[in-house]
């Protein structure tokens, strides 16, 4: 019999090898078709939103392809001008164009016989898109300023953060680079839509940082925890990697508190982030949780409180007071 849970766990601890963390149930079921995908040779098209780690699923695919063997090579379409994408992509002879003082061997050169990875493609103007849709039905490129032209055997694999299909409909994008593209569609959701992985990331953040930083963080808070899991994280993983990062770095205790990411999360409210996300909860919120909870955790030794959160023992009263804190 077909053990579905078995195979979602199987998956993780693959998707694990590159860094992506995941026990969500609805989408390992959108990753059963990662094998299936990884197998051919077919292209696709990874969408999400930034953060969301669509660079690691085309490292996973390219590492569980027949062409794991060749090289991977990635061109983020959004970093480079026109110009420089073109030379990027295709290559150029030297003196092709003003500051080609050298030739250079183009990415789909470089990559044949693996995989060629572009990165937001949907920055990518008209007429590259014409020439890329070219590259891919005749398999051969030239670069500018050569007369040659080199075969192709490669796969393509490309990732963005816009609409596709919208832009084809306002013409920004080529409907015939399009459907080249996206023989198979792989969606990454946005971390606020998997808040029970946000556990298992900070788990494996720590792990990566307590090296790092030479730290020996064990855990973190419920408050902590739970402000996580309400915050509507617009940097996705990115973002949640970048606050355990900070948090380690600076921080001094074996458990990461609140206030050791309040200056982060008060950074971007202050930057009028998020001001309308129904799930952000108030500053006072969370230092009423977290003063709740230390009191609960010491059985409320108001002397070992005020020094665990570094407040003097009538400021904690006060703050007792303020928020109407009371022992259960």
Request: proline share 2%.
């Amino acid at each position: 019999m077909y053990n579905l849970k078995k195979r979602y766990d199987k998956l993780s601890d693959l998707l694990k090898e590159e860094g992506f963390i995941t026990e969500d149930h609805s989408l390992l079921r959108q990753f059963l078709v990662i094998d299936k995908i990884s197998s051919s040779d077919i292209s696709v098209v990874i969408t999400g939103a930034s953060g969301t780690g669509k660079n690691l699923i085309a490292k996973y695919i390219h590492k569980h392809s027949s062409r794991n063997d060749k090289a991977l090579i990635t061109v983020d379409v959004s970093c480079l001008s026109s110009q420089l994408i073109e030379s990027e992509l295709f290559g150029h002879e030297k003196g092709a164009f003003t500051g080609a003082v050298n030739s250079h061997t183009g990415a789909f050169e470089r990559s044949n016989g693996g995989t060629l990875f572009l990165d937001e493609i949907g920055d990518l103007n008209l007429n590259l898109q014409k020439k890329l849709l070219s590259a891919i039905e005749t398999k051969t490129i030239r670069k500018l300023g050569g007369e040659k032209e080199i075969k192709l055997d490669l796969r393509i694999i490309a990732a963005t953060n816009k609409n596709l299909k919208k832009m084809v409909q306002r013409r920004k994008f080529r409907r015939d680079l399009f459907f080249r593209l996206q023989e198979a569609a792989i969606h990454l959701p946005k971390l606020q839509q998997r808040p029970d992985d946000i556990p298992l990331l900070v788990d494996y953040f720590i792990h990566i940082y307590n090296k790092k930083y030479k730290k020996q963080v064990t855990a973190m808070s419920d408050a902590t925890i739970s402000y996580m899991k309400n915050y509507s994280w617009p940097g996705n993983v990115r973002e949640l990697k970048n606050v355990i990062k900070s948090a380690i770095a600076v921080g001094a205790r074996d458990t990461i508190w609140v206030e050791d990411i309040l200056l982060y999360f008060a950074k971007k409210n202050d930057g009028g982030e998020n001001k309308n996300s129904p799930n952000l909860i108030s500053l006072d919120e969370i230092q009423k949780k977290h003063i709740t909870d230390v009191l609960n955790h010491l059985g409320w030794n108001k002397s070992q409180s005020a020094k665990l959160l570094a407040v003097s023992r009538p400021r904690l009263n006060r703050l007792i007071k303020k928020y109407s804190i009371k022992m259960v």
